[in-house]
Nanobody
Framework: QVQLVESGGGSVQTGGSLTLSCVSS????????MAWFRQAPGKERRGVAL???????SIVDSVKDRFTISKDNAKNTLYLQMNSLKPEDTAMYYC???????????????WGQGTQVTVSS
């Protein structure tokens, strides 16, 4: 069974930085697409950043100048570097892995349990 385990969330003030990590229990090369999604209370889960097997990335416009997605295949780890955090970035952040480079949550087969990010003003 594939497991994705996120870490790195926490509480920061506006303007702060966090780096989220997602460790996969299997070779992430077996899942060509990986992504970070986030979900705020009462809102739907939305994609934040995608990366495919060729390391091509896509970042949602609202965070494009502040967030960076990357991966280390040797460590089977996905990262999300988040800078200049804003209160509106507050959400549960989820790592996902699958076979489609897509913004749709339905395109991803495996999910982590989530890590909470809280940004205070």
């Amino acid at each position: 069974q594939v497991q994705l385990v996120e870490s790195g969330g926490g509480s920061v003030q506006t303007g702060g930085s966090l780096t989220l990590s997602c460790v996969s229990s299997i070779d992430i090369n077996n899942n060509p697409s990986m992504a970070w999604f986030r979900q705020a209370p009462g809102k739907e889960r939305r994609g934040v950043a995608l990366i495919n097997g060729d390391r091509a990335t896509s970042i949602v416009d609202s965070v494009k100048d502040r967030f960076t997605i990357s991966k280390d295949n040797a460590k089977n780890t996905l990262y999300l570097q988040m800078n200049s955090l804003k209160p509106e970035d507050t959400a549960m952040y989820y790592c996902a892995a699958g076979f489609q480079f897509s913004w749709s949550p339905a395109a991803y087969t495996y999910w982590g349990q989530g890590t909470q990010v809280t940004v205070s003003s």
